[in-house]
C-alpha cells in the first residue's frame, strides 16, 4: 500500500501525501494567484488624480459634486446625463461642500493644502494651509474666502464650515479642538466652543495630537449648531449662548453599540418628521438614522451591504433616497426607499457628496420614520446592490473579524488608491501564505542541520 499501513489513520494518510515540494507548489500557486488579483486590481482600478481617469456616472435628473482626499484631493461635479462637468485638484485634500443659497451651479467648499517647502509661512515643514472657497461649476471661476495657516499637518484640517449668512461661517476647527463663528470679511471671530469645556483629555484620541477630531459642523434653524467629536464617538448640540446641551447629545464614549468614530451627521427638524439625525456610523461600516423621542435618541433606521467599509457621508434627499459616500468602498451610491442601490459611481477615495437643487445635505429630506424606512444590512437578500462576494471578499471579512475595523481602514487608507476590500483580502492572503511558507522553510533547515526546539510544556508520565 506504498507505506501505508491497513490500520493507519486518514490523517497520517493525508500527511504521507503531503511533501515539501507539493506545499511549495501550493504555496507558490496562491502567491502567484494572489499577485495576479492584485495587479488586475492596480490596472483596472479607478485613479482620479487626474481628470482622464474619472469615470462617467449613471444619468441622475442633477448635478452630483463630490470631494476627495487621500492621497490627493480632487472636486468632482457630474452633469445630470453622467459626464463630468466639473473637475478641479489644485488642492492638497477637498473636504465638505455645500450648494450655495440662490447661486446656480455654485457650492462652496473647505479644502486644505499640505506645505512641504520652509519659508515665512513654515518654518518647520509639513504645515497645513485651509481655505474656504467658492466656485462657480459653469465658468470654473474661483473665490477664496476665508483661510488660516497651520504650523503643522497632522490633524491640522478643517473638516467643515456652514454658512450663517453672506459674512459669517461656522467652522468645525480640528486643531485646536473648538467651533467658532468667523466674519468672513472682517476675519474677526465672534464666539467659540471648545470642546475642552465639556471633556476631559483623558478620553477620546492622543492628546495633544488628534484628541476630538471635529469633522462637522451644522447650523440649526433654531440658532443651535449641532458638532460631530469623531474620538468622543459623539454628535453634541451646542447653544452658542449658554455652551452645550448635554440632555441632547447622542453617543457616548467607548460605547461603539451606538455610533463609531461617526462623520456628516445631518439633522432632520420636526417639520420633516424629525427630529431626527441620520450620520455616517463610519467604523462600524453602516449609515443609520435616530430618531428623538422622550428626550431621548433611539435607532430607527440602519443600512449597510458587504461592500460597505467606512462611509463618511450619507444625506436623505427630497425623493426619500439616501446619498451615501462610502470611502473604503471606493464609490458613492444612491439607495431608495426600499434598500436597493439605483444609482452608483466608482472613485478612488471620496469624501463628500451633494447633489445639487435638493437643498443643503438633508436639509430637503424627510426622516426614516416619516417616510417608514425599513432597515436593510449586509445579512439581507439584496443588501449587497449585485455585488457578490469572492474568495478574497471572505477572507477580508475574516481577517476583519480578527483586526480592529481602524487598523483595516487605516491599511486600506494609506494603501494605493485602487486598493479596496477584495484587493484588501488578496493582499492578507499573500502576505499569510508568505509567513507560514517561510516559517515552514526555516523548520526544514533547522531539522537538516539537527536543530530542534523542545516545547517548554511536557507530560508527566509519573501519573
Given at each position: 500500500?506504498?507505506?501505508?499501513?491497513?490500520?493507519?489513520?486518514?490523517?497520517?494518510?493525508?500527511?504521507?501525501?503531503?511533501?515539501?515540494?507539493?506545499?511549495?507548489?501550493?504555496?507558490l500557486v496562491i502567491v502567484i494567484l494572489c499577485g495576479a488579483y492584485l495587479a488586475y486590481g492596480a490596472v483596472t482600478g479607478v485613479t482620479t488624480a487626474t481628470e482622464d481617469g474619472v469615470p462617467e456616472a449613471p444619468p441622475t435628473e442633477n448635478h452630483t459634486v463630490v470631494t476627495e482626499s487621500a492621497k490627493f484631493g480632487t472636486i468632482i461635479a457630474y452633469a445630470p446625463n453622467g459626464s463630468v462637468a466639473y473637475y478641479n485638484n489644485s488642492h492638497t485634500k477637498y473636504f465638505d461642500v455645500d450648494p450655495v443659497e440662490g447661486e446656480s451651479m455654485t457650492v462652496e467648499y473647505v479644502a486644505t493644502d499640505t506645505?512641504?517647502?520652509?519659508?515665512?509661512?513654515?518654518?518647520?515643514?509639513?504645515?497645513?494651509?485651509?481655505?474656504?472657497?467658492?466656485?462657480?461649476?459653469?465658468?470654473?471661476?474661483?473665490?477664496?474666502?476665508?483661510?488660516?495657516?497651520?504650523?503643522?499637518?497632522?490633524?491640522?484640517?478643517?473638516?467643515?464650515?456652514?454658512?450663517?449668512?453672506?459674512?459669517?461661517?461656522?467652522?468645525?476647527?480640528?486643531?485646536?479642538?473648538?467651533?467658532?463663528?468667523?466674519?468672513?470679511?472682517?476675519?474677526?471671530?465672534?464666539?467659540?466652543?471648545?470642546?475642552?469645556?465639556?471633556?476631559?483629555?483623558?478620553?477620546?484620541?492622543?492628546?495633544?495630537?488628534?484628541?476630538?477630531?471635529?469633522?462637522?459642523?451644522?447650523?440649526?434653524?433654531?440658532?443651535?449648531?449641532?458638532?460631530?467629536?469623531?474620538?468622543?464617538?459623539?454628535?453634541?448640540?451646542?447653544?452658542?449662548?449658554?455652551?452645550?446641551?448635554?440632555?441632547?447629545?447622542?453617543?457616548?464614549?467607548?460605547?461603539?453599540?451606538?455610533?463609531?468614530?461617526?462623520?456628516?451627521?445631518?439633522?432632520?427638524?420636526?417639520?420633516?418628521?424629525?427630529?431626527?439625525?441620520?450620520?455616517?456610523?463610519?467604523?462600524?461600516?453602516?449609515?443609520?438614522?435616530?430618531?428623538?423621542?422622550?428626550?431621548?435618541?433611539?435607532?430607527?433606521?440602519?443600512?449597510?451591504?458587504?461592500?460597505?467599509?467606512?462611509?463618511?457621508?450619507?444625506?436623505?434627499?427630497?425623493?426619500?433616497?439616501?446619498?451615501?459616500?462610502?470611502?473604503?468602498?471606493?464609490?458613492?451610491?444612491?439607495?431608495?426607499?426600499?434598500?436597493?442601490?439605483?444609482?452608483?459611481?466608482?472613485?478612488?477615495?471620496?469624501?463628500?457628496?451633494?447633489?445639487?437643487?435638493?437643498?443643503?445635505?438633508?436639509?430637503?429630506?424627510?426622516?426614516?420614520?416619516?417616510?417608514?424606512?425599513?432597515?436593510?444590512?449586509?445579512?439581507?437578500?439584496?443588501?449587497?446592490?449585485?455585488?457578490?462576494?469572492?474568495?478574497?471578499?471572505?477572507?477580508?471579512?475574516?481577517?476583519?473579524?480578527?483586526?480592529?475595523?481602524?487598523?483595516?481602514?487605516?491599511?486600506?487608507?494609506?494603501?494605493?488608491?485602487?486598493?479596496?476590500?477584495?484587493?484588501?483580502?488578496?493582499?492578507?492572503?499573500?502576505?499569510?501564505?508568505?509567513?507560514?511558507?517561510?516559517?515552514?522553510?526555516?523548520?526544514?533547515?533547522?531539522?537538516?542541520?539537527?536543530?530542534?526546539?523542545?516545547?517548554?510544556?511536557?507530560?508527566?508520565?509519573?501519573?
Amino acid at each position: 500500500m506504498d507505506g501505508e499501513t491497513a490500520d493507519s489513520s486518514p490523517f497520517d494518510r493525508i500527511r504521507s501525501r503531503v511533501t515539501r515540494r507539493r506545499l511549495r507548489i501550493a504555496f507558490l500557486v496562491i502567491v502567484i494567484l494572489c499577485g495576479a488579483y492584485l495587479a488586475y486590481g492596480a490596472v483596472t482600478g479607478v485613479t482620479t488624480a487626474t481628470e482622464d481617469g474619472v469615470p462617467e456616472a449613471p444619468p441622475t435628473e442633477n448635478h452630483t459634486v463630490v470631494t476627495e482626499s487621500a492621497k490627493f484631493g480632487t472636486i468632482i461635479a457630474y452633469a445630470p446625463n453622467g459626464s463630468v462637468a466639473y473637475y478641479n485638484n489644485s488642492h492638497t485634500k477637498y473636504f465638505d461642500v455645500d450648494p450655495v443659497e440662490g447661486e446656480s451651479m455654485t457650492v462652496e467648499y473647505v479644502a486644505t493644502d499640505t506645505i512641504h517647502t520652509a519659508g515665512p509661512r513654515c518654518q518647520d515643514p509639513p504645515c497645513a494651509r485651509n481655505v474656504i472657497e467658492r466656485a462657480n461649476l459653469t465658468t470654473g471661476e474661483v473665490t477664496e474666502l476665508y483661510a488660516r495657516y497651520v504650523p503643522e499637518e497632522n490633524a491640522a484640517e478643517w473638516h467643515d464650515a456652514d454658512r450663517v449668512n453672506e459674512s459669517h461661517v461656522v467652522l468645525a476647527d480640528m486643531v485646536d479642538d473648538e467651533v467658532y463663528m468667523v466674519d468672513t470679511e472682517t476675519e474677526m471671530i465672534e464666539w467659540t466652543w471648545q470642546a475642552q469645556s465639556e471633556f476631559p483629555v483623558e478620553e477620546g484620541g492622543p492628546y495633544p495630537g488628534d484628541w476630538a477630531h471635529l469633522n462637522d459642523v451644522e447650523v440649526l434653524n433654531d440658532g443651535r449648531v449641532m458638532a460631530s467629536l469623531r474620538n468622543q464617538d459623539q454628535v453634541v448640540f451646542i447653544d452658542p449662548e449658554t455652551g452645550m446641551q448635554e440632555n441632547w447629545t447622542l453617543g457616548e464614549e467607548g460605547n461603539h453599540d451606538i455610533q463609531y468614530e461617526q462623520h456628516n451627521p445631518d439633522y432632520i427638524p420636526e417639520e420633516h418628521g424629525g427630529p431626527a439625525v441620520i450620520v455616517a456610523d463610519s467604523e462600524n461600516a453602516r449609515v443609520q438614522e435616530f430618531q428623538r423621542e422622550d428626550g431621548s435618541w433611539n435607532r430607527t433606521w440602519v443600512w449597510s451591504d458587504e461592500r460597505m467599509q467606512w462611509p463618511r457621508d450619507a444625506d436623505r434627499l427630497p425623493n426619500g433616497n439616501t446619498l451615501i459616500t462610502d470611502t473604503n468602498g471606493k464609490r458613492v451610491i444612491e439607495v431608495n426607499e426600499s434598500g436597493d442601490i439605483v444609482w452608483q459611481v466608482e472613485l478612488s477615495h471620496p469624501y463628500d457628496a451633494e447633489r445639487l437643487g435638493t437643498g443643503d445635505e438633508s436639509a430637503g429630506g424627510q426622516s426614516a420614520t416619516a417616510l417608514g424606512l425599513d432597515s436593510r444590512t449586509a445579512g439581507d437578500d439584496g443588501g449587497g446592490g449585485g455585488f457578490s462576494l469572492g474568495i478574497f471578499e471572505t477572507v477580508s471579512d475574516v481577517v476583519r473579524g480578527l483586526l480592529p475595523s481602524r487598523v483595516v481602514n487605516a491599511i486600506i487608507y494609506v494603501g494605493p488608491t485602487w486598493m479596496g476590500r477584495p484587493e484588501f483580502g488578496a493582499a492578507a492572503v499573500a502576505v499569510l501564505t508568505g509567513l507560514t511558507w517561510t516559517g515552514l522553510e526555516l523548520r526544514w533547515f533547522l531539522r537538516a542541520r539537527g536543530i530542534t526546539f523542545q516545547s517548554p510544556i511536557t507530560r508527566d508520565e509519573r501519573n
